[in-house]
């Protein structure tokens, strides 16, 4: 028999890519790493007149993978042979040869598809076993543990409540159906994305027709549920990203004066991501308390600000088949000065904020050796923007509101970077939006937006559009 040349392994290499990319949706991890495949059963070869040999064809394999691989004779016998690798179109050598019984172990420099070649010369029959170590392995990067804390951290970033906002007090119900406020958020397919609802007891007590405490005292709650999901393309795979997250906001605050409102929020969340064709998933549960305080500048000129504390417990099956449970401690900072104004009808709504978080691995130690890039996730943006609408009113008692927004911002990684400006950036360049709510005189809205980013940018573009619903709780 002609032993093949390892060169030409990149042709077989290929064939097996695709066998691969096309064996069925929702293969396991092990399955992609190769590493089963290699180590399912031993390989047992026996020459005659020429030498035997076997390929495994294109296996992908992921950086930091040890193969340990032996080569046995049978009791009482002796035999020779080899084991070669191949990389791609490189011929990477024999990693053994000679008699029976011999071992060796490799350890995967890189991610890619190899091929091994198990060959015996003799006239006895040689069996090759092949044992993978995958705890090394490098995981693949968005689905590690700390890509999942950098995603929530940014989704926290971005969904800000208006409950602890002065302007919440000026709403005066007048029935439980108003009181309590309920919305939806519709996604591109027309699904519910995210739906919430809040009420506070001093909604509820206008509603009813009387003033609680005074008017001083309110405590409120929120309630969010959301599903989201995101495409990853990395070292040549492709897989998906479904996850959801839910919130529970309990706050109390109380009037010192009119125009000045203190206050404490605590705040419950979950988040869960699963990643598609690799077996793994994240599901963290977290809480954080702090302060916040509402202030009215000016008749139309309100500042906002809060800051929280606490924590996650969180556990992962990772890519790679471990199963690691890990905690983290969290801190956010807050704050935004707004401000609404009308001319001729039209109301403008300039605001500039700020809001850092930060997420830290508790005890990073106790996690798999290659895990971790950095022990703690912290991200923030200063931002300035302003937007217009116009309401016209209709005859049965609605309202059509067309609106435009325009703004940009600077990410930094800690509220240092304002003193010093070294790490702010404009990333994304500016923002421009635009929407279109529909209201009726029975409370319900229809809102539907669109957006473009990327604008002064010559590597970044993106858009996004969404509809929502809120409608008042019959």
């Not at 809102?447 to 619903?469: F, H, K, M, N, R």
Request: include cysteine; glycine fraction near 10%; proline fraction near 4%.
């Amino acid at each position: 028999m002609t032993v093949p040349d390892l060169r030409n392994f990149s042709l077989i290499g290929a064939v097996g890519a695709i066998i691969l990319l096309s064996a069925a949706t929702g293969v396991r991890a092990e399955a992609l790493s190769g590493c089963a495949t290699l180590s399912a059963e031993p390989v047992a070869l026996k020459s005659g007149p020429f030498a035997a040999s076997h390929n495994t064809g294109a296996v992908p394999l992921r950086a930091g993978e040890t193969l340990y691989l032996q080569m046995l004779a049978e009791p009482g016998s002796t035999g020779t042979g080899s084991i070669a690798i191949a990389d791609g179109e490189d011929a990477g050598g024999k990693l053994l040869a000679g008699a029976a019984p011999q071992e060796t172990s490799y350890t995967v420099p890189y991610d890619g598809l190899y091929s091994f070649e198990f060959r015996a010369d003799g006239a006895a029959t040689l069996t090759f076993e092949v044992r993978c170590d995958v705890h090394n392995a490098s995981l693949t990067p968005s689905a590690s543990p700390e890509a999942f804390v950098e995603r929530r951290a940014a989704r926290m970033l971005a969904e800000d409540t208006p409950q602890t906002n002065l302007k919440r007090r000026d709403a005066k119900p007048d029935g439980i159906d108003k009181a309590v406020q309920t919305a939806a958020v519709m996604n591109a397919k027309g699904d519910p994305a995210q739906v919430s609802i809040s009420t506070s007891v001093q909604s509820l007590a206008a509603a009813e027709g009387y003033a609680f405490a005074d008017n001083k005292l309110d405590m409120w709650v929120e309630g969010k549920v959301g599903q989201f999901s995101q495409e990853f393309d990395e070292n040549g795979q492709r897989y998906d990203s479904q996850g959801n997250a839910h919130l529970v906001n309990l706050g109390t605050d109380y009037l010192i004066r009119p125009g000045v409102m203190i206050g404490a929020m605590l705040q419950f969340d979950q988040y869960n991501e699963s990643y598609s064709a690799l077996d793994a998933d994240t599901t963290s549960h977290g809480m954080m308390f702090g302060p916040y305080a509402s202030v009215r500048l000016a008749p139309d000129v309100f500042f906002d600000a809060r800051a929280a504390w606490g924590g996650t417990d969180n556990d992962a099956a990772l890519p790679d088949g471990t199963r690691v449970s890990f905690e983290t401690e969290r801190q956010l900072v807050r704050g935004q000065l707004t401000a609404n104004r009308k001319l001729f009808g039209l109301q403008f709504t300039p605001t500039v904020g700020l809001a850092v978080i930060e997420d830290r691995f508790t005890h990073p130690e106790e996690l798999p050796e290659g895990t971790l890039q950095d022990y703690a996730t912290a991200m923030g943006r200063l931002g300035v923007g302003s937007a217009v609408s116009y309401k016209f009113k209709l005859d049965d008692g609605g309202y059509l509101q067309p609106s435009a927004a325009l703004s940009t911002g600077w990410t930094l990684n800690g509220v240092d970077d304002l003193g010093t400006g070294s790490h702010l950036a404009n990333e994304t360049g500016a923002k421009a939006e635009a929407g279109l709510m529909l209201g009726t005189s029975d409370g319900i809205s229809l809102q539907a937006t669109g957006a473009i980013e990327g604008i002064g940018q010559e590597d970044y573009s993106a858009w996004s559009g969404s509809l929502s619903v809120k409608a008042p709780l019959n």
